[in-house]
């Protein structure tokens, strides 16, 4: 986990403009929050939930499709029986 949480810090600090001419990196960069989100460690989903927060907010349209995908993922993991993911997608809606 310590690999993942130095790998999200230093997408925090690196995620300026980046839904310029380079999409396909923050589409990269959206795939692996998702795989971040559900694990345990909080501080670990504190920052996969703010990149994400981020790149919906400045995506635009491009994000519209990632959005709604997980808006679908959360309200399914609220409605779920695995109580560890009630958290993160509370966090992420």
């Known amino acids: 986990m310590n690999e993942e949480l130095a790998t999200l810090q230093a997408m925090m600090e690196t995620l300026v403009d980046i839904m310029g001419a380079d ?24 920052y996969a939930v703010k990149i994400f927060a981020q790149l919906c907010s400045k995506g635009g349209h491009q994000m519209l499709d990632n959005i709604r995908k997980q808006l679908v993922c959360m309200i399914e993991w609220l409605q779920g029986e695995q109580k560890e993911r009630y958290y993160p997608a509370a966090l992420i809606l």
């Open 23 to 46: 999409s396909t990196r923050a589409y990269t960069l959206v795939s692996y929050v998702q795989k971040v989100l559900p694990c345990q460690d909080p501080l670990g989903r504190g």
